[in-house]
């Protein structure tokens, strides 16, 4: 089958969807069911109206379109990612995956392919953690992993709550009816730039995911007791700041110590109060990231992390709340979705890298119900989440090839 991408349409969807921003270029700012994000959604509908797919949304907005296959009862193969962004992000993260689904559907389709199966591109709601705290809704609610309930009772930071959000843009459907039918799809197939310098390095233009890294999130919220910074002394303090800070060092010592590189651990929030230059801190608040691809390292990191905490906010008399946000398992993607890739991979000439995904996507969720795997495009630098976050039009090109050549595979199996 002779395969045309068409870079130039994708140039033209990543700069459409660029646009569809709360921020100034070239930093994009897109968060869930805000303005900016209703407006993406709408750009993808039109243009999967035009390339003839059915579409249809979940009640947190999820959009499903498909194209009908010979045999439409059969499980479905699909592909795709989200459209929500960071604040301050970049153009490429999630958006890729996006349109590379959309333009390998119309490549094939172009090509005169018949699917057996039925093809399906998926935007996922809400990759991002930003308006919830929780990353992945969509996906987490598509495989049952988050109930009606537990997502009714989601707030954002001023305490409005997710049906609130959804029902304000549009999406009314029963969240009792997100979760997916077992055995709904055959395979899942994620389009990703890799947001790591590998294939950068190696001067690659393909990697094929094998894993996805574990992620876990924890809260500690410590007290200790303020008073004035000239007359409190020393040895009488119980200031939260330096508790915060020693449990800081000691989530990177944790991480450090288990000799893996695949083990990684960040604290990415830290806020305290009262908040005044000459007052002793009484509260602090962090947020900690720890992934891994093991879960027994991983979980491992966890526990460390939490007999730190201990030992630190007793010794200097500050008392603590941790809570375990979330703490998911790694996945390991299906070997036969695997090999599908890397055949297609050596049929067109494309050399590629086995490798790991260190930061965690939808595809992390669609393992639990269907064989997954993930295709990753080089960044440059390595950067993502940022303004300058960058992958070469040609090379992206190159990616949904695969990704074409591989869903048309998957949906003849």
Not at 140 to 166: C, F, K, N, V, Y
Not at 248 to 262: H, I, K, M, P, Y
Not at 345 to 353: A, F
Request: hydrophobic share 45%.
């Amino acid at each position: 089958m002779e395969l045309i991408i068409d870079v130039e349409a994708l140039g033209v969807d990543l700069d459409a969807l660029a646009a569809c921003s709360d921020d100034e270029p070239p930093g994009v700012t897109r968060l869930v069911y805000g303005p900016a994000d209703l407006r993406a959604r709408a750009y993808l509908r039109q243009q999967c109206d035009e390339a003839g797919l059915v579409v249809r949304e979940d009640g947190l907005g999820t959009l499903f379109a498909r194209w009908p296959g010979r045999e439409p009862d059969l499980p479905a193969v699909a592909s795709g990612s989200h459209l929500d962004a960071l604040p301050h992000a970049g153009r490429f993260d999630g958006t890729v995956g996006v349109v590379g689904a959309l333009e390998a559907l119309r490549a094939l389709r172009r090509a005169g392919f018949q699917p057996q199966r039925s093809l399906e591109l998926i935007l996922f709601t809400s990759e991002e953690p930003t308006r919830f705290g929780l990353g992945c809704l969509g996906s987490r609610a598509m495989i049952g992993s988050l109930t009606p309930d537990q997502l009714r009772q989601l707030r954002d930071g001023q305490g409005r709550s997710l049906d609130e959000w959804r029902t304000s843009a549009g999406f009314t459907a029963p969240l009792e009816e997100v979760a997916l039918a077992p055995g709904a799809y055959a395979a899942f197939v994620e389009l990703h730039i890799e947001q790591g310098p590998l294939l950068e390095v190696e001067g690659l233009p393909i990697g094929v995911v094998r894993a996805i890294a574990a992620p876990a999130a924890l809260r500690v919220a410590m007290r200790g007791q303020s008073g004035h910074a000239g007359s409190v002394l020393m040895l009488e303090r119980r200031d939260a700041l330096l508790a915060g800070a020693e449990l800081a060092l000691a989530v990177e010592a944790a991480a450090l110590g288990t000799g893996s590189r695949d083990t990684v651990a960040t604290t990415g929030i830290f806020t305290i109060g009262p908040g005044a230059v000459n007052a002793i801190p009484n509260v602090a608040t962090l947020e900690i990231d720890v992934r891994d691809i093991d879960l027994e390292r991983r979980d491992h990191v966890l526990q460390a992390i939490k007999a730190s905490t201990e030992a630190i906010c007793a010794r200097r008399h500050v008392t603590y709340d941790l809570i375990e946000l979330n703490a998911d398992p790694p996945a390991t993607c299906d070997p036969a979705v695997v090999e599908t890739i890397i055949k297609v991979c050596d049929r067109i000439g494309l050399p590629r890298l086995i490798m790991i995904s260190r930061a965690y996507h939808d595809s992390l969720f669609m393992a639990r119900i269907c064989p997954t795997a993930m295709i990753f495009i080089p960044s440059r630098g390595g950067i993502s989440h940022r303004a300058d976050e960058y992958s070469d039009l040609e090379q992206i090109g190159q990616g949904v090839a695969v990704l074409a050549h591989s869903l048309a595979a998957l949906s003849q199996a």
